[in-house]
């Protein structure tokens, strides 16, 4: 047999472990202790029962997949292969896949979910997009063979008939959250106006695909109103909580759909008795506002008004024509006055009584004293009706003026 070296033991005992068909792929079912999550994203843990206990491996590329957040003495499922760690010598369960195991572990997955996406704001009312009141097609996301799909049918013909779109999702089961997922984007580009998304009731492991986050973020970013009916009255899933809507059942999501046809007719009904109203009030009114108009636009009383009018011109020209006379005379008055002042002042009035005005032809200047001329000066003398040419022969001076000057 030779003599091994450590490592070439463990060496040989893992080739063993893993290579063993049994051991390749297996699952276990365990509670979860001595739980550490690394900085690097791995989970080391002890899976344990009653009477045993096993190490365990997730690493990060595993953990990113999981639907839920393992917790210290959470009940598991666990998915993997029969590993060796040859440093320690320790074999280990390397994990592949982990889920919860009963409806206590579920639970805590759901609520993990739950929580998670309220933080991130995936229920915010802000969210919620507006259901369509008319809408023309109503696409279904649901199994083709449920009761569900039927329910909605039934509902939709009675209430009022538009055209269905069913997109075909498995909802139960291994890979139903995928499905529903694709039957979702299936629907997002296709001519619907509302997607109605759900099943029938069952078990919360009936219903779990509708609590699978990639459900969930399916329905939160349609660009398509959702309606979830997933499940009785009673549950509540994860896409209930996402979508713009949330109905108790599949036939509620039906009604919610589609308006009812006999309380349009009423509506209708109504809003056409009101418009007739209306219409009546609008003549009404406009019937008495032609009868004032026509009243005043008779020919007797056009005829009334056009006299009036003319009347009124003739007092108001006169009126004018009174008021123009007393300005012109004020006016006038004023003018008068204003001549015969001049007129008092004038140098014509001078020359009138006999008197006349001597001027030196050479400039025009006025001859006021004999200082002002000299011999042989020609002369302007101005008279009442003309000018006299002279010229200066000598001068006298006044005799009271040579007298004043020799005393």
């Not at 990113?64 to 440093?87: A, C, I, Q, W």
């Not at 026509?294 to 008004?305: G, Q």
């Amino acid at each position: 047999m030779g003599i091994y070296t450590v490592s070439q033991l463990n060496d040989h005992i893992r080739q063993v472990l893993v290579n063993d068909p049994q051991l390749g792929q297996v699952w276990v079912r365990g509670e979860i202790s001595n739980l550490t999550k690394h900085s690097s994203g791995h989970y080391y843990f002890t899976l344990k029962d009653k009477g045993a206990q096993i190490s365990c491996v997730s690493f990060r590329m595993t953990n990113r997949t999981l639907k839920f957040e393992p917790e210290t003495s959470m009940k598991v499922l666990v998915f993997g292969t029969v590993d060796v760690y040859t440093v320690r010598g320790q074999y280990q369960l390397r994990v592949l896949d982990m889920r919860p195991d009963g409806i206590g572990e579920l639970y805590k997955a759901y609520e993990q979910l739950r929580n998670r996406l309220q933080e991130e704001g995936l229920f915010e009312v802000v969210h919620k997009k507006r259901i369509p009141r008319f809408p023309s097609k109503v696409g279904v996301v649901t199994s083709p063979t449920g009761a569900a799909i039927h329910d909605i049918l039934h509902v939709i013909e009675r209430r009022f008939p538009v055209d269905v779109l069913l997109s075909p999702a498995v909802v139960q089961g291994e890979n139903s959250a995928e499905s529903i997922v694709r039957a979702i984007e299936h629907l997002n580009g296709m001519d619907v106006d509302v997607i109605i998304v759900g099943r029938g009731g069952g078990s919360l492991e009936d219903l779990w695909s509708f609590n699978e986050e990639i459900v969930a973020r399916a329905i939160f970013n349609s660009k398509i109103p959702v309606i979830s009916a997933v499940g009785h009255e009673t549950d509540h899933t994860i896409a209930d909580f996402v979508a713009d809507v949330r109905a108790p059942t599949p036939s509620a999501a039906a009604e919610i759909a589609v308006p009812e046809r006999s309380d349009l007719k009423k509506q209708v009904s109504a809003l056409s008795s009101r418009m007739e109203q209306a219409a009546i009030h609008i003549i009404s009114d406009n019937r008495r506002q032609l009868d004032y108009l026509s009243s005043r636009i008779e020919p007797e009383r056009f005829a009334e008004i056009l006299r009036r009018d003319m009347q009124r011109v003739d007092e108001l020209s006169t009126r004018m024509e009174l008021g123009l006379r007393k300005v012109i005379d004020s006016k006038s008055s004023s003018l008068s006055g204003l001549a015969g002042r001049l007129n008092a002042v004038s140098p014509l009035n001078t020359l009138e009584r006999g008197y006349s005005i001597t001027l030196k032809a050479s400039d025009n200047s006025v001859v006021r004293t004999i200082g002002d001329v000299d011999t042989d000066d020609p002369l302007d003398v101005r008279v009442i009706d003309g000018t006299v040419e002279c010229r200066v022969t000598g001068v006298r001076p006044d005799k009271r003026d040579a007298d004043k000057k020799g005393s």
